[in-house]
């Protein structure tokens, strides 16, 4: 296994709404560069079911309590 470079963008907010088919779209509002911290926003849209978004959310929960906790990092991916 190898080591990927991973890039990080600071979150600066998020959109909610529901589709049509019970599915929901996740808007993520990131800022695409420090120097862009009070300038620029890029939208990233992702759509998904809302049994995906239930399973999305109760991973952030987990994911936030362990930060929380200090516990070590690790990645989880359905």
Do not use: C, Y
């Amino acid at each position: 296994m190898t080591e990927k470079n991973i890039t990080v963008f600071p979150l600066a907010g998020w959109n909610l709404a529901t589709l049509p088919g019970k599915n929901v779209l996740l808007d993520l509002q990131l800022v695409p560069s420090e120097a862009a911290l009070h300038t620029e926003r890029r939208s990233l849209p992702v759509g998904m079911t809302a049994d995906a978004a239930d399973e999305l959310a109760e991973a952030l929960r987990r994911a936030a309590q362990a930060a929380r906790m200090g516990q070590a990092p690790n990645t989880s991916r359905s």
